[in-house]
């Protein structure tokens, strides 16, 4: 005697979709927008063995299989090797922390283990005190960074997935632009880009 139930989507993606036909449709406006000082956040949510790991990251040397965080980068640093003609300044800088058991942890630290403390300011809002940001001016760099941080996160073994997340994890890339205005003066712009792996969403009882 279930009632009928009505849902609205804005897309559907069949199984013929492309990594990068999802990128295009849903982040490339996003990324843009934080290039011009917004913040924006990418996350992929589900049941464990349901894709988010393979439309978040992709498979690694097949280009056309990359995700949104490759195909984010390639956008970042391809938009800002065009803005050096423009007489654009830009730093780009990185962070990646996990929670795990409802403790935030450093990927990238020394110190993986450190529990870290989540803060708040009127200025800045929420932030996370001594989470260690990396300044990266190249996709492999950027890259070596997201695995490395990725070593470190708590994986565990489910009965659905062998490399499931137990944790939710937020890889951060922060863009700053500089440009003079007509007056000469330098304007800066300010945005960060959240890409989020969600823990698997299901109780693992049920599993």
Request: proline share 1%; hydrophobic share 30%; glycine share 8%.
């Amino acid at each position: 005697k279930e009632t009928t139930r009505q849902f609205t989507y804005d897309v559907v993606y069949g199984e013929d979709s492309t990594q990068r036909q999802v990128y295009d449709e849903g982040a490339f406006s996003l990324v843009e927008s934080v290039m011009n000082g917004y913040n924006g956040t990418i996350f992929a949510y589900g049941q464990t063995g349901c894709g988010k790991t393979h439309t978040m990251i992709g498979v690694k040397g097949d280009k056309s299989q990359n995700g949104i965080i490759p195909n984010a980068f390639d956008h970042i640093f391809g938009y800002f090797d065009d803005a050096v003609n423009f007489k654009k300044k830009f730093l780009i800088r990185c962070s990646y922390l996990e929670i795990y058991n409802e403790s935030i942890r450093d990927l990238l630290s020394k110190d993986v283990e450190a529990k870290l403390d989540l803060k708040e300011t009127p200025d800045t809002g929420v932030y996370v005190k001594g989470l260690t940001t990396c300044i990266v001016k190249s996709i492999p760099e950027i890259e070596a960074y997201m695995d490395h941080g990725t070593k470190n996160r708590m994986t565990g073994e489910t009965a659905m997935n062998k490399d499931s997340s137990r944790s939710h994890s937020i890889f951060t890339i922060y863009v700053e632009t500089s440009e003079a205005d007509e007056e000469g003066d330098q304007r800066i712009k300010a945005g960060k880009l959240n890409l989020v792996d969600l823990a698997g969403s299901e109780r693992q009882s049920k599993t």
